[in-house]
């Protein structure tokens, strides 16, 4: 792949106006997942990463690879079991916890110092480490630089008006010659009510429509 931005058949639809209120607070987040709430989870992996991996990956090994907003996706333990370091975040502790427990993995959890209330669980063979936290309070953390990040929805799910900051602490995680392989839906918020995002200080929430791949290498992150 050259360094170029490959984006399928999305068309952008950039009035931010009707989709200002659709946001919900951390709460409100964390109750979703203990009513279980969360139809944008697949239990048997996202189709578009299964269909792109090879790709993705580049038959590179050991690669450090981010997981933004990962809840307790399958495709985390893909690529630990593959040998590479999986590093997520996510709000809701019970997501990470599920996580862990569905995956049959052993974890230990730590407080994270430079964020009050927060904490990091961790794998017991110390290749999966996730962070619960606010997404945008993670770059008081050092958590080092990545060779892939998988955004599963991320991106979608952050409230329009906070993309340039969600992009820029993206940016601020990679690697050169890194790859962004990213999951977005195409539809008009004029037409379709589409989701609720969750309010993070800036925002975040889910949809299903009209999914499509952007596959983005060096600092084209996202066209």
């Given at each position: 792949m050259d360094d170029t931005s490959t984006l399928i058949d999305v068309k952008e639809y950039p009035d931010t106006e009707v989709q200002k209120n659709r946001v919900l607070t951390l709460e409100e987040w964390r109750e979703k997942w203990v009513d279980g709430k969360i139809g944008f989870h697949q239990e048997q992996g996202h189709q578009l990463l299964k269909k792109h991996l090879d790709t993705f990956l580049k038959g590179e090994n050991v690669l450090r690879v981010f997981f933004p907003l990962c809840g307790k996706a399958v495709e985390m333990k893909w690529f630990a079991d593959r040998g590479h370091c999986v590093v997520g975040v996510e709000i809701s502790e019970l997501g990470i916890r599920e996580f862990f427990t569905e995956q049959n993995l052993s974890y230990s959890e730590e407080p994270i110092m430079e964020i009050p209330g927060a904490k990091v669980f961790k794998s017991s063979s110390g290749n999966i480490s996730l962070y619960c936290c606010n997404l945008f309070d993670l770059p008081r953390v050092n958590i080092g630089k990545f060779d892939r990040i998988w955004d599963r929805g991320a991106l979608v799910a952050v409230n329009p008006g906070d993309r340039k900051c969600y992009t820029d602490i993206m940016l601020s995680l990679t690697r050169k010659g890194f790859r962004y392989l990213l999951a977005v839906l195409s539809y008009d918020p004029t037409k379709h009510p589409g989701c609720k995002r969750m309010k993070l200080?800036?925002?975040?929430?889910?949809?299903?429509?009209?999914?499509?791949?952007?596959?983005?290498?060096?600092?084209?992150?996202?066209?």
């Open positions: 200080d800036h925002r975040e929430g889910n949809n299903q429509q009209n999914q499509k791949a952007a596959y983005g290498m060096g600092e084209n992150i996202c066209k």
